[in-house]
């Protein structure tokens, strides 16, 4: 099993869509979560950390469940520009130096 | 956005060649790491380093080094480049340990022929 796993896509969604993402990690010490943003031939950059109790950025809202190790993205009102491939980022258990990252779910929002 | 550039941004080279790769900072950021991106794999971590002259290996650190004799720069070296050794390097920094945002350079594609 792979540390951090995303359903790669891509998801296919209409502009003002509600599009949600999922991302399951095997570590059960892993401490820190996060969802970066990445466009094509581009850098990562942070979407927004994701914390125990969930949290919501404006259209975006992060949520964490431990028990079944896995979060979540959520994104309301999509536009064309929330088009780009979302990985998924977590802190390796025992160790916060090291992040596991997930290949990434693209997303592709059309007019 | 961070400061955070990288040289060069593109490279072909050949095979068994020494090669070095750049990344400069203006954020005076602690922490420096150098990943590599591959279809398939997620970023994996190569080396990072912790402060000047102190680094530690990453996940897939054979047949790279690195050094970091001032704060604002990490440079990464294939001592002998392999076709394998094709891909995206990003360099990114963080103020603090990895639970800090890690803001990336724009990163540089080696192609190893």
Known sequence: ?111 | DAGITQSPRHKVTETGTPVTLRCHQTENHRYMYWYRQDPGHGLRLIHYSYGVKDTDKGEVSDGYSVSRSKTEDFLLTLESATSSQTSVYFCATTSGPSTDTQYFGPGTRLTVL
């Open chain 1, 1 to 111: 099993r792979k540390e951090v796993e995303q359903d790669p896509g891509p998801f296919n969604v209409p502009e003002g869509a509600t599009v949600a993402f999922n991302c399951t990690y095997s570590n059960s010490a892993s401490q820190s979560f996060f969802w970066y943003r990445q466009d094509c031939r581009k850098e990562p950059k942070l979407l927004m950390s994701v914390y125990s109790s969930g949290n919501e950025d404006g259209r975006f809202t992060a949520q964490l469940n431990r028990a079944s190790q896995y979060i979540s993205l959520l994104i309301r009102d999509s536009k064309l520009s929330d088009s780009a491939t979302y990985l998924c980022v977590v802190t390796a258990g025992g160790n916060n130096r090291k992040l596991i990252w997930g290949l990434g779910t693209s997303l592709a929002v059309n007019p």
